[in-house]
């Protein structure tokens, strides 16, 4: 018999995915206003990792841009 619990989001998103919505997030607060010194930090760490890419973080982008349904 299968467990039949959803599994946390965190288990669906691999280590890529959770990297580059974390840039996102950094590249969208960005737009907003200037980053925090953490914020810095953390996109100098995220730009230099090989798993984010272009294409990746695009994605991520446009799915925290997307309307949430409620």
């Known amino acids: 018999m299968k467990n039949s619990r ?19 997030r950094i590249l969208l607060r960005s737009e907003a206003g200037p980053r925090s010194a953490r914020d810095r930090a953390w996109a100098t760490r995220l730009a230099d990792d090989a798993a984010v890419t272009n294409r990746l973080l695009d994605q991520a982008v446009s799915s925290l841009r997307a309307s949430k349904k409620k």
Do not use: T
Not at 17 to 23: E, P, S, V, Y
């Open 6 to 24: 959803p599994k946390p989001a965190s288990a669906l998103m691999d280590r890529s995915w959770r990297k580059a919505r974390i840039a996102a």
